[in-house]
C-alpha cells in the first residue's frame, strides 16, 4: 500500500505569484518557476487551468480571457475579465495587485 502523495503549497514551490493591471477592464496573473523541472511537475499535476481558475475565483470560465503554459518563461499565465474598470466607483483594488492570494494556498502534488 502506497502512502498519501506528498503535496507543497504554490507559494512554496513558485519563484513569483503576482496580478496586476492588464488595461482598465483587465487582471493579469503570473505564476513564474525558477526551474523547467518545477514548472512540467505543476503542469503535470493539472491544479492550474482555466477550470481551475474559474472554481478557485468563483467566476464563470467565460470571465477568463486568456490562459498560457508559457514555456520558454517556465510561467502559467492568466488574464480575466474585471467586473467593473480599474478605478471605478466602487473598485476594491485599483491596480489589482491584490488579487493573486487565492493562488498561495494551491497544493500541488509533488511526482518527484
Request: no cysteine; aromatic share 8%; hydrophobic share 40%.
Amino acid at each position: 500500500m502506497r502512502g498519501a502523495m506528498k503535496t507543497r503549497r504554490l507559494s512554496e514551490i513558485a519563484k513569483t505569484i503576482r496580478s496586476k493591471n492588464a488595461g482598465v477592464d483587465l487582471i493579469t496573473f503570473d505564476v513564474i518557476f525558477v526551474d523547467r523541472a518545477t514548472y512540467e511537475g505543476v503542469k503535470r499535476a493539472r491544479v492550474l487551468t482555466r477550470e481551475s481558475v474559474a472554481r478557485l475565483y468563483g467566476i464563470p470560465p467565460e470571465r477568463i480571457a486568456d490562459f498560457v503554459e508559457f514555456d520558454p518563461a517556465n510561467a502559467i499565465k492568466f488574464t480575466i475579465y474585471r467586473l467593473q474598470p480599474s478605478g471605478s466607483p466602487g473598485d476594491p483594488d485599483i491596480f489589482g495587485s491584490q488579487q493573486y492570494a487565492p493562488l498561495l494556498d494551491i497544493e500541488v502534488p509533488l511526482d518527484r
